[in-house]
Nanobody, 114 residues
Framework: QVQLVESGGGLVQPGGSLRLSCAAS????????MGWYRQAPGKERELVAR???????DYSKSVTGRFTISRDNAKNTVSLQMNNLRPEDTAVYLC????????WGQGTQVTVTV
């Protein structure tokens, strides 16, 4: 069974930075896709960024150039460095791992406000 534990998140002013981390445990395949999604109140869950087993990354247009996803296969961790945060980035951020099925973390709140 795969488990995901997130850390990071919090309250930040516009233009600030935060770093999210997610540690995966269990039987993790090197080919697993790891990433981050977010869900704001009243909105659907959306992909923020993901990294494939080979290291290829994929970002949503709204975060491209501001967020950077990274992965450590040896430690089974994935991180999301978020810079130049905007109020519209406010959401619950969820770590995701996809191998045969989707696994989700419990979510961590990111709030961007003055």
């Amino acid at each position: 069974q795969v488990q995901l534990v997130e850390s990071g998140g919090g309250l930040v002013q516009p233009g600030g930075s935060l770093r999210l981390s997610c540690a995966a445990s269990g039987n993790i395949f090197g080919s697993a896709i790891m990433g981050w999604y977010r869900q704001a109140p009243g909105k659907e869950r959306e992909l923020v960024a993901r990294v494939f087993g080979g290291g290829i990354t994929d970002y949503s247009k709204s975060v491209t150039g501001r967020f950077t996803i990274s992965r450590d296969n040896a430690k089974n961790t994935v991180s999301l460095q978020m810079n130049n945060l905007r109020p519209e980035d406010t959401a619950v951020y969820l770590c995701n791992l996809n191998q045969r099925r989707n696994y989700w973390g419990q979510g961590t709140q990111v709030t961007v406000t003055v």
